[in-house]
């Protein structure tokens, strides 16, 4: 009697279990668990309903994450394949786009241009925030802005297009290794970044931002382009981003501001230590941002 009583308490326990598993995957779609006949107490309408109703809450939730992270970092097949079917209507090209200049940067350069600006702005003592000229000011920033987007959008491009076949494995959800972006209009938008860049830059600002810009410029391509390639060897690649992410841009920032409001270039001990700290962070960067994907790297170079 003990003996079926134990039987029938463990076979209660693994139903449970089973049941548990079966709920907490359901979220990823594997196919539904079939419980044990011996488990006519969890098989009861009220209870199928609490777990129908869990289950549709937690695929509700998983299509919210969806429409969040898969502009970036979701590899669900589902959420890139609904991507690339959407990708042919104007504003599947538009998301499309948006991926394709791979948001985090954007942000990363928003955030250093701000930075940089009020940094200069604070630095000069000539300057007040309350007599400031801003119909000249703001239009100028806005146009600078916009040519550092660009040749951020460049830069991130033609990676995408050159590393195509190692993001297939290791970032699926990019435009271009999807299938949500064809290589013909990456190809057009790479291009289109990195010749209006150029020409805004050589438009509005003075020729030294210009050459730091078309540095910045070179060396991104580079980073990417064979036959030189760079971020093949870990130290050129490091020294590139570091340069590129780290000095150029907050360097050119900073002069730039200078310029727009008329005061003589000086390096300050802040700004010297921001230029120092940003260039030894986005060093840390370039080691660290690739080991994610050294497995799905491992194969390319098997396949090569």
């Not at 098989?43 to 109703?53: A, M």
């Not at 000539?126 to 040519?147: K, Q």
């Not at 209009?185 to 210009?210: C, D, Q």
Request: aromatic residues 10%; glycine residues 6%.
């Amino acid at each position: 009697m003990l003996n079926m009583q134990y039987n029938s308490n463990l076979r209660s326990l693994v139903a449970i279990a089973t049941l548990l598993c079966g709920h907490r995957s359901s979220a990823f779609q594997t196919p539904a668990v079939n419980l044990p006949s011996t488990t006519t107490a969890f098989t009861s309408p009220r209870f199928l309903n609490q777990r129908q109703n869990a289950q549709v809450l937690s695929t509700q939730k998983l299509n919210l994450k969806g429409l969040y992270m898969s502009v970036e970092g979701d590899f669900d097949p589902d959420a890139i394949s609904r991507d690339v079917a959407q990708s042919k209507s104007f504003k599947g090209k538009l998301r499309s786009i948006y991926k394709f200049t791979r948001p985090h940067t954007i942000r990363g350069t928003i955030l250093a241009s701000i930075a940089g600006t009020i940094r200069a702005l604070v630095d000069t003592p000539s300057f007040s925030f309350a007599t400031a000229n801003y119909s000249v000011m703001l239009p100028r920033a806005i146009i600078g802005m916009v040519a550092l987007l660009l040749g951020n959008a460049f830069i991130v491009g033609i990676n995408q297009i050159y590393d195509v076949s190692i993001d297939k494995l290791n970032k699926p959800f990019l435009p271009v290794a999807s299938g949500e972006m064809s290589k013909r209009f990456a190809w057009m938008s790479v291009l289109t970044a990195g010749i209006v860049g150029p020409i805004i830059v050589k438009s509005f600002f003075p020729p030294l931002l210009f050459k730091l810009y078309m540095m910045g410029w070179t060396l991104g391509a580079l980073y990417s382009v064979p036959p030189i390639r760079t971020k093949r060897n870990p130290i050129l690649a490091g020294l590139t981003i570091a340069t590129v992410r780290g000095f150029l841009l907050n360097f050119g920032v900073y002069y730039a501001v200078k310029d727009a409001i008329g005061s003589v270039f000086s390096w300050s001990p802040k700004v010297s230590f921001i230029a120092r700290f940003m260039t030894i962070f986005a060093s840390v960067i370039a080691i660290t941002k690739d080991l994610p994907d050294v497995e799905g790297d491992k194969v390319c170079m098997k396949r090569i």
